[in-house]
Structures are given as structure tokens and as C-alpha cells.
């Protein structure tokens, strides 16, 4: 299965991309999705901040970065080292 990782916002408002195979099964994908998922904080809590959104199959969620198991960090440390900005 193929992911994306997109950044969006910051204090400059780039939106970046990172595509990568992954070898997931759909147990594994929705516990991730689970572990991951950030809730809105309601409008205007996260002011200039960067915003990451995880693609795949069925959907795009929010990610919060900091609840990413240890088990997945190495796969999004190296999304977020290729992310490419997008040109509109």
C-alpha cells in the first residue's frame, strides 16, 4: 500500500509531500490510525503551526507527530526527511 505524508501550514504556508510502499496489513493501519489521529483543538489553538495529514487507501487523517509509536517512527522520520514542496 501506498502512504502519503503532507505538511501543511507553518509561519510560511507550504504544503510538502512524501510518498512511500509500505507492507501494512489493514489490522496494523487501523491500530496506527488509532494511536495517531489528532482532534481538533477548535479554531485558532494552533496558530502558525505546521499541520501533518497521513493518505492511504480509505482516506486522509490530522496525525498528531508526537503519538506515533516507536514501531512506526523510523517510517515517518524518513517521510518527513523526503518531503517535497508542491506546486500549485
Given amino acids: 500500500m501506498r502512504i502519503t505524508l503532507l505538511r501543511t501550514g507553518g509561519i510560511i504556508p507550504i504544503t510538502k509531500k512524501a510518498e512511500k510502499e509500505v507492507n501494512w496489513t489493514s489490522a496494523e493501519l487501523k491500530e496506527l ?3 495517531i489521529e489528532s482532534k481538533d483543538d477548535g479554531p485558532g489553538q494552533r496558530r502558525d503551526a505546521s499541520d501533518y495529514q ?35
Fill in 33 to 35: 490510525i488509532q494511536a
Fill in 54 to 88: 497521513l493518505k492511504y487507501n480509505a482516506g486522509t487523517i490530522s496525525i498528531d507527530w508526537e503519538k506515533i509509536p516507536a514501531s512506526y517512527k523510523k517510517t515517518f522520520e524518513e517521510l518527513k526527511d523526503n518531503l517535497t514542496i508542491v506546486k500549485k
